[in-house]
């Protein structure tokens, strides 16, 4: 009788352990499981997801909407990660070129106040139409798209001579730290105009510092060179004048005649105090 009760006592001993251990890897899966969709919760609210853009299909684009533009990206060109990350910094550098030149888009000019970006596949050249708040991109697969650049053109819309224009958006691509684009491509400005320095390209430096406005040029060369060289004299002026006294200079019908009354020296004295700069 005794060795029976043992047994007993035995073989419940055994099922209780056994519920036991049960129970406890039950509780350790829950509550895996809990912080598990604890973290994914917290996840989500840190970062946003690609799939949490606005992102729809519309006439052979991706579109895209955001606080300050609207990306018209190409079907099948750039996944929905890469179209976030553009996104975002397209937001980013629009605030950043309002804050840094003090002007401001026009609603006048714009849909809905934002700026419209056609980002598509090929090797062409991107360019905006100032005129209706739109920007063409290309090469954002490469994360070499302008996106700066080319808003610098719609937001400064109001401008007269072409070495201001071009080189404003050159400068300000670098300094407000928009992907390495056209024409130096996040190479250091002042480092490349000194190798057009050299005699070879005269007819290209008369150029900056006037006040002509350029419908074209002799070749592709002479279009870079021009670019840099016009980016490199901004980036000048600003550090030495200041954003504001040059946006004043940028926006004015004479440029050579506002920088002589602004500052008490003329233009080709400024242009003199940069070459010698670059060439020290």
Not at 158 to 173: Q, R
Not at 188 to 201: A, P, W
Request: glycine share 6%; hydrophobic share 40%; net charge negative.
């Amino acid at each position: 009788m005794l060795k029976k009760a043992t047994r007993l006592y035995f073989f419940i001993a055994i099922i209780v352990a056994i519920s036991a251990v049960t129970f406890w890897r039950i509780s350790v899966n829950m509550s895996a499981n809990k912080a598990n969709s604890l973290n994914a919760v917290q996840s989500n609210e840190k970062v946003p997801k690609a799939e949490q853009l606005n992102l729809e299909e519309e006439n052979g684009y991706i579109k895209c909407t955001i606080q300050r533009a609207v990306l018209w990206v190409e079907k099948d060109y750039l996944n929905d990660d890469e179209i976030k990350e553009m996104a975002d910094r397209i937001d980013k550098g629009i605030n950043k070129a309002e804050e840094y030149i003090g002007i401001k888009l026009d609603e006048q000019y714009t849909i809905d106040n934002k700026i419209h970006y056609y980002i598509k596949d090929g090797n062409f050249r991107s360019y905006a139409e100032a005129e209706k708040g739109i920007a063409h991109l290309s090469h954002a697969k490469d994360k070499l798209s302008p996106y700066i650049h080319e808003a610098i053109h719609i937001i400064a819309k109001d401008w007269y001579a072409t070495w201001l224009h071009e080189g404003l958006a050159v400068h300000l691509n670098d300094r407000l730290e928009g992907w390495p684009s056209y024409p130096n491509f996040g190479t250091d400005v002042d480092e490349l105009s000194r190798n057009y320095i050299n005699g070879e390209f005269d007819n290209i430096l008369k150029l900056v510092g006037d006040n002509t406005f350029i419908s074209g040029f002799g070749s592709e060369k002479e279009r870079m060179a021009f670019y840099i060289l016009s980016g490199s004299f901004v980036r000048f002026l600003d550090n030495n004048l200041g954003t504001d006294q040059l946006m004043k200079i940028y926006a004015a019908e004479d440029p050579i005649a506002e920088i002589q009354s602004a500052t008490g020296k003329s233009m080709e004295e400024w242009k003199k105090m940069w070459i010698d700069g670059l060439l020290k």
